[in-house]
């Protein structure tokens, strides 16, 4: 398992990159039901996350969104763009899992079950979910706005804080 003795973001999708409601359907693909305004559109913070990661390029992602259960982790990872789908090493799901013990878990749970297998150097997690993070590792996750994401400006002082503190420098 790749990401050993690594910095990890543990990164989700929805309501960290774009605002939280995506619909998915099988001949359209992920999209915003209308009652979401027109302001939103996909991936609209990833340039945004490509200038917090640009400091930190020892930093790999695994990603935790649903994204890569229906996708697999390296087509959802291309979603990232060429700056950053290089840096995805994998997701918290891999097939030797099984799916519905998965779903069924927290992702809070989910997440730190990952770095206990992958043993990171140093991870952070960028999420809109709050559910299941343990007490121990809370200053590792930092909760996203559901609707602006990372873009939030209390959200961004604390990845800018955090990312300092747990990946150097920067």
Known sequence: MRGKNEHILYLDFDGVLHHSEVWYHPRVGPYFPSKVPNQYKLFQHLGLLEQLLEPYPKVSIVLSTTWSRRYGPYRA??????????????????????????????RGVQVYEDVLRRKPAQWLALDDDTEGW?????DRYIRTH??????????????????????GGG
């Open 77 to 106: 990872g291309k979603n990232l763009g060429h700056k950053l789908s290089p840096r995805v090493i994998g997701a918290t799901f891999h097939s030797r899992m099984n799916p519905e013990e998965f779903d069924n878990k927290l």
């Open 134 to 138: 343990p007490g121990e590792v809370r």
């Open 146 to 167: 559901l609707t602006d994401g990372i873009s939030d400006s209390s959200v961004l002082s604390a990845i800018k804080e955090r990312f300092k503190k747990y990946f």
